[in-house]
């Protein structure tokens, strides 16, 4: 009798300066506490780790703005890896502090009474 596997798969986007990540299981089961390790591709260098949500989700700001490699490990050595570019990141980061130095332009100022 074969045996099969239940791959895992896991999807990195980015929003708001903020990378995103899902993990779920090939039955669609969201994979519950998996450990994330984020790693910067060019240097090798371990950044950031974490664990999943119950949704299966992990989310970060990145440390730096570099090639970055998301491995996620479920529960019996199930291991998922994602990768993002640096343009990814760059693009996202530019228009959050463009935003923020907008909007703080047209905050009026607070003045501070002694």
């Known amino acids: 009798m ?3 596997a239940h791959k895992i798969t896991t999807f990195a986007y980015v ?5 995103h990540t899902e993990t779920y299981f090939s039955g669609g089961s969201k994979a ?3 450990k994330v390790e984020v790693y910067d591709v060019k240097t ?3 950044l950031l780790t974490g664990k999943t949500n119950k ?3 992990f989310e970060f700001k990145p440390p730096l703005i570099t090639d970055l490699k998301i491995v996620v ?6 291991r998922a890896i994602a990768l993002l570019k640096a343009s990814e990141l760059k693009g996202r980061y ?8 907008l909007c703080s332009k ?3 100022q607070k003045k501070l009474l002694l």
């Open 73 to 78: 490990e479920a529960e019996m050595g199930h």
């Open 94 to 101: 530019l228009s959050q502090n463009l935003r923020n130095l």
């Open 2 to 4: 074969p045996v099969y």
């Open 32 to 34: 519950k506490n998996a």
């Open 15 to 19: 929003e708001d300066g903020v990378v």
């Open 106 to 108: 047209h905050q009026p």
């Open 44 to 46: 090798g260098k371990l």
């Open 55 to 57: 949704q299966g989700e």
